[in-house]
């Protein structure tokens, strides 16, 4: 059983292309991160959202509660961005335990 | 600078030796945790404390033990290593769980049980 989806797995981008990574959930949460794992492994958040939509720099993040749906959007992508992005959740019904989807591996290409 | 220092960065040990992962934070946080990342399985939560002397079991506990004697540290304890404990670990910390709170992560320890 899988609390958080993720999609796609993999995707290749030329430089400058919008990218978009999906998240889904099935149950109720109480917040949403956004992290991002470079090759080497450290990993840094980009977002915390609990309702609508938050941006920084080129990256947008949004949250539909209804619909149990995240995006990541990435506008002006660069290969600097070529990372794993990774989807966490915290569900209202498990108190401050976190899960997370498998992560989306992107490559974008000079 | 703000930061979750794990030590070790990369061990190598053998089955049944006891070993122990170190965390801190220098950032008065009062949420921390222990997470492990195995291909194709992503993160998941091991332990987690809200605060000194509050620990609570994540996801996947089994052959771990934590504590949290003073807020700044939470260290992870392998009592009797396994090989199925090979993994990438992290150590993270928040100012707490609730909206607004940005999870800090460790650079990671990487774990081999032969």
């Known amino acids: 059983k899988n609390e958080v989806e993720q999609s796609p797995q993999n995707l290749t981008a030329q430089e400058g292309e919008f990218i978009t990574i999906n998240c889904s959930y099935s149950?109720?949460?109480?917040?949403l991160h956004w992290l991002q794992q470079h090759p080497g492994g450290g990993i840094v958040s980009l977002f915390m959202?609990?309702?609508g939509k938050k941006k920084h720099g080129r990256l947008i993040a949004t949250i539909n509660i209804q619909e149990k749906h995240s995006s990541l959007h990435i506008t002006a992508s660069h290969p600097r961005d070529s990372a794993v992005y990774i989807c966490?959740?915290?569900?209202?019904?498990?108190?401050?335990?976190?899960?997370f989807g498998t992560g989306t591996s992107l490559t974008v290409i000079p | 600078e703000a930061q979750v220092t794990q030590n070790p960065r990369y061990l190598i040990t053998v089955t049944g030796k006891k070993l122990t992962v170190t965390c801190s934070q220098n950032?008065?946080?009062?949420?921390m945790s222990w997470y492990r990342q195995d291909p194709g399985l992503g993160l998941r939560q091991i332990y987690y404390?809200?605060?000194?002397?509050?620990?609570d079991k994540g996801d996947v506990p089994e052959g771990y033990k934590v504590s949290r004697k003073e807020k700044r540290n939470f260290p992870l304890i392998l009592e009797s290593p396994s090989p199925n404990q090979t993994s990438l670990y992290f150590c993270?910390?928040?100012?707490?769980?609730?909206?607004?709170?940005?999870?800090?992560f460790g650079e990671g320890s990487w774990l081999t049980v032969v």
């Open positions: 993270a910390s928040s100012p707490g769980v609730g909206s607004g709170n940005t999870i800090y």
């Open positions: 149950v109720g949460i109480s917040a």
């Open positions: 959202l609990s309702s």
């Open positions: 966490a959740v915290r569900l209202w019904d498990t108190g401050n335990q976190f899960y």
């Open positions: 950032m008065n946080h009062e949420y």
């Open positions: 404390s809200m605060n000194v002397e509050v620990t």
